[in-house]
């Protein structure tokens, strides 16, 4: 795989994670808390990738057990806790602050990176991260002007999502050496339901999964903003440095954004369309490599 197939499958995969808002918006008129949702997302998730593996490619889910904390990091403490800081600050907050601060995430995995992997703290990278959260601000309303007084505990929860964010890109690079990207999702949320099935009142309603468009809404919400998303992400992850790739996934925002446009009918002002430009400029930014290294191709540790 070349790299810049790899910068692609990045991109597609945080794309999808983008349109998220078309099945969570359907399941909340259901009575469904963000907790709950949560849970449906990494239930259904994990239910339908085993079911895959199973018949499918049942060889890989053969793992090592002292792997498993490496699961349960990027499943519970990454993909649980991350959820959990951006819907509590929705709450407590506004939905615009929650995004920016969650973008925060490619700081976060661009310092772990260098001490962890040592990768380089390029200008390059720097200069992508500052555009990425500026661009990001402008694309959620935040800037030009800021109107949000929030608390302190709701900016180090805040600040916490883009953490727990950015342990994904951590937790996946270290176990794409010895896994593929299916058996690192299938078991991260594997242990992701477990939990959620524990700490949530999901198995309490489980009767409203008989009516049509919460089970539909809730496989779609696994399929393709979760399953596919997190699948082609992790997959170009394994063939670049975990920096870069944090910084391609900030194109979710931007999607999201066309989501509303078209199907909810969102106006976009002059200063949102600016932060969607920044954003794809981080993008380029972050993805630009030298000619030689453009012509190599990179042999991951281990393929799926």
């Not at 690079?173 to 477990?194: D, E, L, N, P």
């Not at 369309?273 to 794809?280: D, K």
């Given at each position: 795989m070349t790299v810049k197939f790899a910068y692609i499958l990045a991109i597609v995969g945080a794309a999808f994670w983008g349109v998220i808002g078309l099945f969570v918006q359907n399941l909340y008129q259901f009575g469904f808390t963000a907790w709950d949702v949560v849970a449906i997302r990494a239930i259904f998730s994990a239910a339908m990738l085993l079911l895959y593996v199973v018949v499918w490619k049942r060889n890989i889910l053969r793992i090592r057990l002292k792997d498993i904390p490496l699961f349960i990091g990027s499943g519970i403490i990454s993909i649980v806790f991350f959820n959990w800081c951006v819907f509590t600050v929705i709450d407590q907050a506004n939905l615009s602050l929650a995004v920016v601060l969650l973008y925060t995430g490619p700081l976060f995995v661009t310092l772990l990176s260098r001490f962890f992997f040592k990768e380089l703290l390029t200008f390059r990278k720097g200069m992508a991260i500052i555009v990425t959260l500026t661009g990001c601000a402008f694309v959620v309303g935040l800037l030009p002007s800021l109107q949000t007084v929030i608390t302190t505990s709701t900016l180090l929860i805040g600040i916490g999502s883009g953490f727990f964010y950015a342990l994904y890109s951590i937790f996946a690079?270290?176990?794409?050496?010895?896994?593929?990207?299916?058996?690192?999702?299938?078991?991260?949320?594997?242990?992701?339901?477990?939990f959620m099935l524990a700490s949530s009142q999901i198995v309490q309603k489980a009767p409203l999964f008989l009516n049509?468009?919460?089970?539909?809404?809730?496989?779609?919400?696994?399929?393709?903003?979760?399953?596919?998303?997190?699948?082609?992400?992790?997959?170009?992850?394994?063939?670049?440095?975990?920096?870069?790739?944090?910084?391609?996934?900030?194109?979710?925002p931007v999607v999201a954004i066309g989501i509303g446009f078209i199907f909810f009918q969102d106006v976009l002002t002059w200063w949102q369309?600016?932060?969607?430009?920044?954003?794809?400029s981080s993008i380029i930014l972050a993805a630009e490599t030298s000619r030689n290294q453009d012509k190599?191709?990179?042999t991951p540790a281990q393929a799926s």
């Open positions: 690079k270290v176990s794409s050496k010895h896994y593929g990207s299916i058996t690192i999702t299938t078991y991260s949320f594997i242990c992701a339901s477990v049509w468009t919460v089970l539909v809404n809730s496989v779609g919400l696994a399929l393709i903003p979760t399953i596919f998303a997190y699948l082609l992400y992790t997959k170009g992850l394994s063939y670049i440095e975990s920096s870069r790739a944090s910084i391609l996934s900030t194109i979710e369309w600016l932060g969607v430009c920044l954003v794809i190599k191709e990179t």
